[in-house]
């Protein structure tokens, strides 16, 4: 089983070799999350001020109000008990939005929106079926209007993009529609529970002030995509920008500051938040050509990129390296 498990490994990253990142200085801790009560950082959005994070899974609606030396301020909480929160999102209004998405064992009918007011109490709950079944979803992305999209974790890296054909209806369901798919290579960036397929996984989404810039990130890797013109649908064809961020145990969490900056965090009592400074400037506004800098390892169409894995390749990935992530991220 090693064996298999090992040459597994090893035929995903030479059948998908990464390309250069982006020439960018090392990301800069600004301070660790210590307090017992967020030991599973998810997500993470900031206003300016304040950085506002969620925990994954729970029994009941939470949001952490940290300032910037990690401590909290306060609690926004409300009485709702949600299955497995997993991201979080901000509108233009400073609503926060909570991604209730995940789904280890793909056996959910239903996954859900919360939508929560900043001063907190009640929540509104938006619940959304997938046209083609379950799926574990770990990112959220709103769009300058609001929109919400759901990018799905996939474990051979090609993450599903979905958003709702119509209105939210409380508490619904909304039927989801697919828009897209996002193809991930496997990197040599370091770090992640579960070694080479950490690289691929979708684990997080963040998009900027103005919305001109989304993001989605791996346990190693954040990609950043230009939406000139909002359309986060059409920003996921793109090609995006690799920005490595080595070392994070279990990195789930990511969101832009106002002035551009990409924020990360993970899991684990002690982790940091880390900052890429002027981050956002790496993305041309004009299509999505990095400013100065390689291509990412990551692409949105079936012949773009490095080439696919030969079809028995993927059977012994589906194989054995699916139920070896399965095994290491039941509890995740």
Same mark, same amino acid.
């Given at each position: 089983?090693?064996?298999?498990?090992?040459?597994? @490994?090893?035929?995903?990253?030479i059948?998908?070799?990464?390309a250069?990142?982006a020439?960018?200085?090392a990301?800069?801790?600004?301070?660790?999350?210590?307090?017992?009560?967020?030991?599973?950082?998810?997500?993470?959005?900031? #206003?300016?001020?304040?950085?506002?994070?969620?925990?994954?899974?729970?029994?009941?609606?939470?949001? %952490?109000?940290?300032?910037?030396?990690?401590?909290?301020?306060?609690?926004?909480?409300?009485?709702?008990d949600?299955?497995?929160?997993? #991201?979080?999102a901000?509108?233009? #209004?400073g609503?926060?939005?909570?991604?209730d998405?995940?789904?280890?064992?793909?056996?959910r009918?239903?996954?859900?929106?919360?939508?929560?007011?900043?001063?907190?109490?009640?929540?509104?709950?938006?619940?959304?079926?997938?046209?083609?079944?379950?799926?574990?979803?770990?990112?959220?992305?709103?769009?300058?209007?609001?929109?919400? %999209?759901l990018?799905?974790?996939?474990?051979?890296? #090609?993450?599903?993009?979905?958003?709702?054909?119509?209105?939210?209806?409380?508490p619904?369901?909304?039927?989801?529609e697919?828009?897209?798919?996002?193809?991930?290579?496997?990197?040599?960036?370091?770090?992640?529970?579960?070694?080479?397929?950490?690289?691929v996984l979708?684990?997080?989404?963040?998009?900027?002030?103005?919305?001109?810039?989304?993001?989605?990130?791996? %346990?190693?890797?954040? %990609?950043?995509?230009?939406?000139?013109?909002?359309?986060?649908?059409?920003?996921?064809?793109?090609?995006?920008?690799?920005v490595?961020?080595?070392?994070?145990?279990?990195?789930?969490?990511? @969101?832009?500051?106002?002035?551009?900056?990409?924020?990360?965090?993970?899991?684990?009592?002690?982790?940091?938040?880390?900052?890429?400074?002027?981050?956002?400037?790496?993305?041309s506004?004009?299509?999505?050509?990095?400013?100065?800098?390689?291509?990412?390892? @990551?692409?949105?169409?079936?012949?773009?990129?490095?080439?696919?894995?030969? @079809?028995?390749?993927?059977a012994?990935?589906?194989?054995?390296?699916?139920?070896l992530?399965?095994?290491?991220?039941?509890?995740?």
């Amino acid at each position: 089983m090693r064996v298999v498990l090992a040459a597994t @490994a090893f035929l995903l990253l030479i059948g998908a070799l990464p390309a250069s990142a982006a020439a960018l200085p090392a990301p800069e801790t600004l301070c660790r999350v210590t307090d017992p009560r967020i030991t599973e950082l998810s997500g993470l959005v900031s #206003d300016g001020t304040h950085w506002y994070a969620i925990n994954d899974g729970g029994t009941k609606v939470q949001v %952490y109000v940290l300032d910037r030396s990690c401590a909290v301020q306060k609690v926004l909480s409300a009485s709702a008990d949600p299955y497995d929160v997993e #991201d979080l999102a901000r509108a233009a #209004d400073g609503t926060l939005w909570l991604s209730d998405t995940g789904d280890n064992s793909n056996k959910r009918a239903t996954v859900a929106l919360l939508e929560l007011k900043p001063s907190g109490g009640s929540v509104t709950l938006h619940r959304l079926t997938y046209p083609d079944g379950p799926h574990d979803t770990e990112a959220l992305l709103l769009d300058r209007s609001g929109t919400p %999209y759901l990018i799905t974790k996939d474990i051979l890296g #090609d993450a599903k993009v979905y958003r709702p054909n119509g209105p939210l209806a409380t508490p619904g369901p909304t039927p989801l529609e697919q828009v897209g798919t996002v193809t991930i290579h496997s990197t040599d960036t370091k770090g992640g529970p579960v070694g080479a397929f950490g690289s691929v996984l979708v684990t997080g989404g963040a998009t900027n002030a103005d919305g001109t810039v989304v993001a989605l990130r791996t %346990y190693t890797d954040a %990609y950043l995509y230009a939406a000139p013109d909002g359309d986060v649908a059409a920003a996921l064809k793109g090609s995006p920008v690799r920005v490595p961020l080595a070392g994070e145990k279990q990195g789930e969490a990511m @969101a832009f500051e106002p002035d551009g900056s990409l924020l990360s965090a993970g899991e684990g009592v002690g982790q940091p938040v880390r900052s890429v400074k002027n981050a956002v400037s790496l993305v041309s506004a004009a299509g999505g050509s990095p400013a100065g800098a390689p291509q990412a390892a @990551a692409d949105s169409s079936p012949g773009g990129g490095v080439p696919a894995l030969p @079809a028995a390749v993927l059977a012994v990935v589906v194989v054995f390296g699916g139920w070896l992530l399965l095994r290491k991220l039941r509890r995740r």
